[in-house]
């Protein structure tokens, strides 16, 4: 089981739908949980991060963190074409010293 | 504020030889991190480093790869000798502390594709 899991996709939505995406992590003691979008040929960009349970909203995004069911998703609000990326679930824990485990992201592509 | 700054961009050698990637994180970060990242995946962490300590390598290659960050602000990552399966980007981050907020600032990577 890899430690931060998330589907490949690719993920399509239509222009000004909602885009939910979904990561589930293994070690329960994590505390920090980060998505970071990456274009194509550009390095990772932090959009959220979440530390507690429930909802966070900043825009038209919004991360959701169940601890409980080890899972966290982002829900991104009138999806634009702009938004087409790979996004990356980050999780932090406290084995191992505070390292930040990557998924292997999830394509998102936005049609016009 | 300056971001991270990674060179070089671009690396093109043949297998066997050596290669040395160069990271300058944001000022007054003391942690900093080389990841790995091949196509389609996410970065894989090869070392982190708190202020000038290596304090996390376990999942560097030591056989081929070294690092270091003298006095504890630019780091410098080498592989050598390189193989055809270094190929990928090499990602350098910071973080403003050892226990802070754990978000990543990231470089624009150095792409190294050994031949």
């Known amino acids: 089981q890899k430690e931060v899991e998330q589907n490949s996709g690719p993920l399509s939505v239509p222009e000004g739908a909602i885009a939910s995406l979904n990561c589930t992590y293994s070690d329960r003691v994590s505390q920090s949980f980060f998505w970071y979008r990456q274009y194509s040929g550009k390095s990772p960009e932090l959009i959220m991060s979440i530390y507690s349970n429930g909802d966070k909203e900043d825009g038209r995004f919004t991360a959701q963190l169940n601890k409980a069911s080890q899972y966290v998703s982002l829900l991104i609000r009138d999806s634009q074409p702009s938004d087409s990326a790979t996004y990356l679930c980050a999780v932090m824990g406290n084995t191992g010293g505070f390292k930040t485990i990557f998924g292997a992201g999830t394509r998102l592509f936005v049609k016009a | 504020e300056a971001g991270v700054v990674q060179s070089p961009r671009y690396k093109i050698i043949e297998k066997k030889q050596p290669v040395a990637f160069w990271c300058n994180p944001i000022s007054g970060h003391n942690t900093l991190y080389w990841y790995l990242q091949n196509l389609g995946q996410g970065p894989e962490l090869l070392i982190r480093y708190e202020n000038e300590e290596a304090v996390d390598d376990s999942q560097l290659p030591k056989d081929r790869f070294s690092a270091e960050r003298l006095k504890g602000v630019d780091s410098t990552l080498k592989i050598q000798p390189a193989e055809l399966g270094d190929s990928a980007v090499y990602l350098c981050?910071?973080?403003?502390?050892?226990?802070?907020?754990?978000?990543?600032?990231f470089g624009e990577g150095s792409r190294l594709t050994v031949l």
């Open positions: 981050a910071s973080s403003p502390g050892a226990e802070g907020t754990g978000e990543l600032f």
